[in-house]
């Protein structure tokens, strides 16, 4: 006789899974790990300067992640809206560190395990994250409208100064 699983076990982990963060920082980088080593018999080849790269990206959304909620409340992601928008800090010279964070993490996977499907997460995430920030500047506009156009016209999206 099987056991009933836990309850809301199932719905535990499709909300874990939801987190865009869980997935970058922790379930990619395993998948990749799994990945290789099966691809290369159980032998990783690991480039150390990649590293530096995951490190900071990993601290670049975890940092800017906190001072975006306390600078301007609300909580992860949009699910719940800040109160304010927030245009000190590294949100003066870029409006979606904590997104560039994540695909500096994960070029820096790519690099430290010499990885080709790890380059394609990141070609692909580098549009998925692209398509999210369009959806969350429109709910972004509808909340501040002016204000925060005032922001997007003064502040570049992925690239101090360039894009």
Request: charged letters at 15%.
């Amino acid at each position: 006789m099987r056991s009933a699983p836990p309850p809301g076990g199932r719905r535990t982990l499709v909300r874990w899974l939801k987190s865009t963060s869980n997935r970058s920082f922790v379930l990619y980088p395993v998948c990749i790990v799994a990945f290789e080593l099966v691809l290369r018999g159980g032998d990783l080849a690991l480039v150390p300067w990649g590293a530096p790269l995951m490190i900071w990206g990993y601290l670049q959304y975890l940092l800017v992640g906190r001072y975006r909620a306390r600078m301007g409340g609300g909580g992860p992601g949009l699910g719940v809206p800040p109160l304010r928008i927030v245009d000190r800090g590294p949100y003066r010279v870029l409006r979606n560190p904590m997104y560039l964070g994540h695909l500096i993490f994960m070029a820096g996977l790519a690099i430290t395990f010499g990885s080709l499907p790890a380059v394609a997460l990141v070609a692909f995430h580098m549009a998925w994250f692209n398509c999210r920030v369009l959806e969350d500047e429109r709910h972004l506009e509808e909340i501040f409208g002016a204000q925060f156009a005032s922001y997007k016209a003064r502040v570049k999206r992925w690239i101090p100064g360039i894009l």
